[in-house]
């Protein structure tokens, strides 16, 4: 039984596409506030019933992150590269918010990047679609940058952790929510793009 809601994805699915957001309603469901019966969520996924769907829990951003952006889980890109030595080190780290009503905060669905210092604070924003620099976001205003992200030492330790744990991989992307009852893995990419943040940076990753 779903409690509070649930998030349904295409198992093959990339970018954030067909993504569904759902929370409880009664005896239905919303998305993005709009009502969905049993029968229009059954007509959503009978397209790709063949590849298959996960259905996941869905977590809430802490009131702090969600209050920048509502309508999508907001979540860290934690990149983790292993050296030759075989030791563990964080390549880079950003913070994804959703834009323009979109349940996921991929940047090829307008998603922004939020750059972070090693502390977890916010040090610039990077709009994919618009291909700019932005103070402030879009969609509420709320500032952008100089924000101390909550979570950020509990993200990066969940991501070394379990990069540790796979030690038969040498660089992953792991997308982490920081949510009131603590950092949550969402997903883990093997290609983490590293075009959008290295743009948003104005330099390359990998150091000497």
Known sequence: TVEIGCAIKPIRGTWGSKLLVLERDGNDFTVAGKRYTEETIWKHVSQDLKTGFLIEERLVNTPNTAAIYPASLNTFRVIMIKTNANI???AGSYFKFGTGGSQADNSHTG???VLTDDLGKTTAAWHNVLEQQ????PDTNAPLIGIQLDGYREVIDLAMKGSKALGFIGTMGWDIAYTEHGAKIV???GGWDPYYIQVAMGRGLITD
């Open 88 to 90: 563990w080190h964080v």
């Open 111 to 113: 998603g922004m990047l």
């Open 134 to 137: 932005l103070t402030h976001h």
């Open 187 to 189: 997903e883990i990419n």
